[in-house]
């Protein structure tokens, strides 16, 4: 008998299919996000270097920081520092996730700041 695959394991799955298209068809930077219950992280990564240029989460607030608004800030955070690293085009990748609450935050603010993808 088949086993049934968690909500969590069929998510990471998902990323797994997705992040190898991506590396596949562009040369852009990658977002991508990872949400726990307390926390949000997203990090910026060169696929043709494998190197991680920058890496934010919201474990280093005092407050609860596993909502929409701290993902807003987070987003409107990252948007100023790749302004400052003067890249303007990315490739976002909401690793598995469904785009809805803190990952369309997320995006959004990025969006506000000016980052294209």
Known sequence: MAKLLSRNDARKAKHLRI???IRKTTNLPRVF???SLQN???QLFDDKL???IVSL????NKEYSGNIAAAKK???EMGALLKTKKIDKIVF???GYIYHG???AFAEAMREEGVKF
Do not use: E, I, P, Q
Not at 57 to 60: D, F, L, P
């Open 19 to 21: 992040r190898n298209k």
């Open 50 to 52: 494998n190197k991680t």
């Open 93 to 95: 990748d909401r690793s």
């Open 74 to 76: 987070l987003g409107h």
């Open 57 to 60: 989460g919201t474990s280093k």
């Open 33 to 35: 996000v990872y949400k």
């Open 102 to 104: 803190r990952v369309k």
């Open 40 to 42: 949000f992280y997203a």
